[in-house]
Nanobody, 118 residues
Framework: VQLVESGGGLVQPGGSLRLSCAAT????????MSWYRQAPGKERELVAG????????DYADSVKGRFSISRDNVKNTVTLQMDSLKFEDTAVYYC????????????WGQGTPVTVSS
């Protein structure tokens, strides 16, 4: 089982980044997918989640209207489009998958760093 994130980097405030997470080794369509982030000295927090079909999304209040999560159940990928980035979005971003049928099965990626700085 692997979740591999990509797309992180350094961006100026107001800029955009697109994070991708490629999933292998499990039945992707059965999994609720989400993005979390962890800033230095802070706890990991939920950023956005998407259900199995992609018909329902939810977002942390701090990113609503700026971030968008999507998934491709053919390519087994989940994407986080991040626009209007702020300094406080700086964090390591993690992809997470949880089996909708058996919530005990949870997988995490290794994380990709995002730094918003001028």
């Amino acid at each position: 089982v692997q979740l591999v994130e990509s797309g992180g980097g350094l961006v100026q405030p107001g800029g955009s980044l697109r994070l991708s997470c490629a999933a292998t080794g499990f039945t992707f369509i059965n999994y609720h997918m989400s993005w979390y982030r962890q800033a230095p000295g802070k706890e990991r927090e939920l950023v956005a989640g998407i259900n199995r079909s992609g018909s329902n999304e939810d977002y942390a209040d701090s990113v609503k209207g700026r971030f968008s999560i999507s998934r491709d159940n053919v390519k087994n990928t989940v994407t986080l489009q991040m626009d209007s980035l702020k300094f406080e979005d700086t964090a390591v971003y993690y992809c997470r998958g949880q089996d909708s049928w058996d919530p005990r099965f949870v997988y995490w990626g290794q994380g990709t760093p995002v730094t918003v700085s001028s």
